[in-house]
């Protein structure tokens, strides 16, 4: 009996990390859509909490005592409910398939960085109205609290393993990973190429570029 290949890198899809709360991670994801749709470049869509990142009682992003997952849903200010919110969502709607995934996570985001809709239950719901989503299921799904939390569990986890520290994060198939943030929108197919080649190409120079960020 052989041992299970293991997946070659290059077919392997390039995770990118995101809170909904972020208009960078939006731009993040509407890039990667654009590739995934255009150029068919796999993608993963992968959750990290930019508050959990944040608290104060996590001075070492890599060991979180507090847990954006484990907090009730009414716990915190505003910003805390609705990222929870959007992040459970999420997990809900992506029980239905990787393109209700998509679906959902680009109407919520839209509806949060384009029509400033606040992320609560009205604008989830509706988010899931113009992903096509199975209302009824993506209402049972929602009740399903527990594993749904769970799910959400194991990617706050590997976000944290990984050292995920702002959104967009992009982990490629190599394994080379970076928080990319640009200022513009991209919806077109050319643009989006040019910028992820310049992406890699940064990634992987043996300049061992860190940060570059322009003075305002």
Not at 44 to 62: A, I, M, V
Not at 95 to 123: C, P, V, Y
Not at 150 to 156: D, N, Q, S, T
Not at 182 to 194: D, K, P, T, V, Y
Request: charged letters at 25%; a neutral charge.
């Amino acid at each position: 009996m052989t041992a299970p290949q293991a997946t070659p890198p290059a077919t392997r899809p390039t995770q990118v990390y995101f809170d909904f709360l972020c208009p960078f991670a939006w731009r993040g994801v509407e890039l990667a859509d654009v590739l995934r749709r255009e150029r068919g470049l796999p993608f993963r869509l992968r959750h990290y909490s930019l508050l959990q990142g944040n608290h104060p009682e996590n001075p070492d992003r890599k060991a979180p005592t507090w847990w954006l997952h484990e907090q009730p849903a009414e716990g915190g200010n505003a910003a805390q409910q609705a990222s929870l919110r959007a992040f459970l969502a999420a997990q809900a709607a992506a029980r239905q398939g990787e393109g209700a995934a998509w679906a959902f996570t680009l109407a919520l985001f839209r509806a949060k960085h384009e029509r400033q809709s606040e992320l609560d239950e009205q604008t989830v719901r509706v988010a899931a109205r113009e992903a096509g989503l199975d209302l009824t299921r993506f209402e049972d799904d929602l009740a399903d609290d527990r594993t749904l939390r769970e799910a959400l569990a194991a990617e706050l986890r590997d976000a944290a393993a990984l050292g995920v520290f702002g959104t967009p994060t992009f982990v490629l198939p190599d394994g080379n990973a970076a928080y990319l943030r640009f200022s513009g929108l991209i919806r077109e197919a050319q643009a989006a190429q040019a910028l992820w080649n310049l992406y890699g190409e940064v990634l992987h120079s043996g300049a061992g570029i860190e940060t570059i960020k322009r003075p305002r």
